[in-house]
């Protein structure tokens, strides 16, 4: 199994920024082999995709909400995985959770346990 721990959720003001981190650990965890993704759940709406990265950093995928403000990267050497958020807005107020996901395979199996990202306008 792979275990991922969630960090650097915070208070911040609207047009601020914020950078979530997310380590991943395990025996079967193969940096190459597994696809990383965000995802977020603000208070009353069903769970929503962020983002997602592949193990080379290319062409990482982005929700139409968030495209221009927050970057997707990962350091393999570290097996951690990054969310930058810049200009935040109120509405980006949520639970952010990173997932992963085996390249072959379509669903995410794996989950954090997530961190509050609140945004005050």
């Known amino acids: 199994q792979v275990q991922l721990v969630e960090s650097g959720g915070g208070l911040v003001q609207a047009g601020g920024s914020l950078r979530l981190s997310c380590a991943a650990s395990?025996?079967?965890?193969?940096?190459?082999?597994?696809?990383m993704g965000w995802f977020r759940q603000a208070p009353g709406k069903e769970r929503e995709f962020v983002g997602s990265i592949n193990w080379s950093g290319d062409t990482p995928n982005y929700a139409d909400s968030v495209k221009g403000r927050f970057t997707i990267s990962r350091d393999n050497a570290k097996s951690t995985v990054y969310l930058q958020m810049n200009s935040l807005k109120p509405e980006d107020t949520a639970v952010y959770y990173c997932?992963?996901?085996?390249?072959?395979?379509?669903?995410?199996?794996?989950w954090g346990q997530g961190t509050q990202v609140s945004v005050s306008s």
């Open positions: 997932a992963t996901r085996k390249r072959w395979t379509a669903q995410y199996d794996y």
């Open positions: 395990g025996r079967t965890f193969v940096n190459y082999a597994y696809v």
